[in-house]
Antibody
Framework: QVQLQESGPGLVRPSETLSLDCTVS????????WGWIRQSPGKGLEWIAY???????SYNPSLKSRLSISIDTSKNQFSLKVRSVTAADTAVYYC???????????WGPGTHVTVSS | EIVMTQSPGTLSVSPGERVTLSCRAS??????LAWYQQIPGQAPRLLIS???TRASNIPARFSGSGSGTEFTLTISYIQSEDFAVYYC??????????FGQGTKVEIK
């Protein structure tokens, strides 16, 4: 059974960089694509990025200039960085398995991030 | 970007009723549609993919239909644990993968 767990800072100052990790268990990270999704009251569910163990990545065009996603299969982790955050980046951030680039099959419980000074 | 529109925004129903939720895509997405259930405080859970195929361990009272631009999620006999927010998501044309804004199903 695939299990995911997000970790993050909780609070980030405006203009700083948000760093999030997702730790995966129960499956080899080479088996699936892996994605990040966020949920805010204003924008609902929003796909952010995905990564494959080979290094293949894709970003939401609306966020692309501020994003960076990476993977470390030796640690069973993949990570997301969001640069130059603003209040609009306040959201619950989820990581998920993304087999076949179709549906988000297994999700972490989410980590709430607030951008505020 | 494909825009997904769900209706209604909120649905008030009594336990045991049949519930129908709608999702419309701004372009033809064939059958490349998924439905998720989100209980407050929890992550979304995949219910249906391919517009009509239930995910593992999803009860048979959940069914999906449609293709092209019009889709429906039906809960045949809604139970207390089904009161939640439901989202549709398209995976036909990407990036980005896009979600509807959700339909909240609440107890009348």
């Amino acid at each position: 059974q695939v299990q995911l767990q997000e970790s993050g800072p909780g609070l980030v100052r405006p203009s700083e960089t948000l760093s999030l990790d997702c730790t995966v268990s129960g499956v080899s990270m080479t088996k699936y694509y892996w994605g990040w999704i966020r949920q805010s009251p204003g924008k609902g569910l929003e796909w952010i990025a995905y990564i494959f163990y080979s290094g293949s990545v894709s970003y939401n065009p609306s966020l692309k200039s501020r994003l960076s996603i990476s993977i470390d299969t030796s640690k069973n982790q993949f990570s997301l960085k969001v640069r130059s955050v603003t209040a609009a980046d306040t959201a619950v951030y989820y990581c998920a398995s993304f087999p076949g680039l179709r549906t988000f099959d297994s999700w972490g419980p989410g980590t709430h991030v607030t951008v505020s000074s | 970007e494909i825009v997904m529109t769900q209706s209604p925004g909120t649905l008030s129903v009594s336990p045991g009723e049949r519930v129908t939720l709608s999702c419309r895509a701004s372009q033809n997405i064939n059958s490349n549609l998924a439905w998720y259930q989100q209980i407050p405080g929890q992550a979304p859970r995949l219910l249906i993919s391919g517009a009509s195929t239930r995910a593992s361990n999803i009860p048979a009272r959940f069914s999906g239909s449609g293709s092209g631009t019009e889709f429906t999620l039906t809960i045949s006999y809604i139970q207390s644990e089904d009161f939640a927010v439901y989202y549709c998501q398209q995976y036909d044309r990407w990036p980005p993968w896009t979600f509807g804004q959700g339909t909240k199903v609440e107890i009348k």
